[in-house]
């Protein structure tokens, strides 16, 4: 008996065009985050170079999740793709839990204590206070591209 419910094989394609975005944004961060590891970290083990990539991830991202969700005018295909390509992409390409982990790991293991945990708490609460303001910042965006949109209507 045929069913039109997609059975989990068919939910679980990989889609090709969404696969070359996640390709080319990630592509783009990582060189992005390597250009930023090239930063001198600060004399008591801040790392300059990941610090700034993952701050900047955590706002872009949530800057661009908040814009796409109240973007009314963009088909919903057109707004898979973006946010695969910038988002997953190229936010998640720039973004680096590893690196931090190591990083916090070696400062800590070098008897740095203190500033492995600095480090690490900064990096958590910084990136949580720009993600509000990033999402702050997309609804606002959204809304008044949307108004603009209504007006020339």
Not at 89 to 102: D, F, H, I, M, N
Not at 114 to 133: E, K, M, N, R, T
Request: glycine letters at 12%; aromatic letters at 10%; one cysteine or more.
């Amino acid at each position: 008996m045929p069913t039109s419910s997609p059975t989990p094989a068919d939910t679980q394609r990989i889609d090709l065009p969404v696969l070359c975005c996640v390709v080319i944004g990630g592509t783009l961060g990582t060189a992005i985050r390597y250009m930023f590891s090239s930063l001198p970290p600060f004399s008591w083990y801040f790392y300059t170079g990941t610090f700034l990539a993952n701050m900047i991830a955590c706002t872009a991202y949530s800057a661009l999740a908040s814009f796409l969700a109240g973007a009314w005018w963009i088909p919903a295909r057109g707004k898979e793709l973006t946010n695969r390509t910038l988002g997953m992409g190229l936010c998640g390409g720039l973004s680096t839990l590893s690196a931090l982990a190591v990083e916090v790991l070696t400062t800590g293991r070098e008897g740095h204590l203190w500033s492995a945990s600095i480090y690490l708490l900064l990096s958590f609460a910084c990136g949580l206070v720009l993600a509000a303001l990033g999402s702050h910042l997309g609804t606002r965006a959204a809304v008044g591209a949307g108004r603009g949109r209504k007006e020339a209507q």
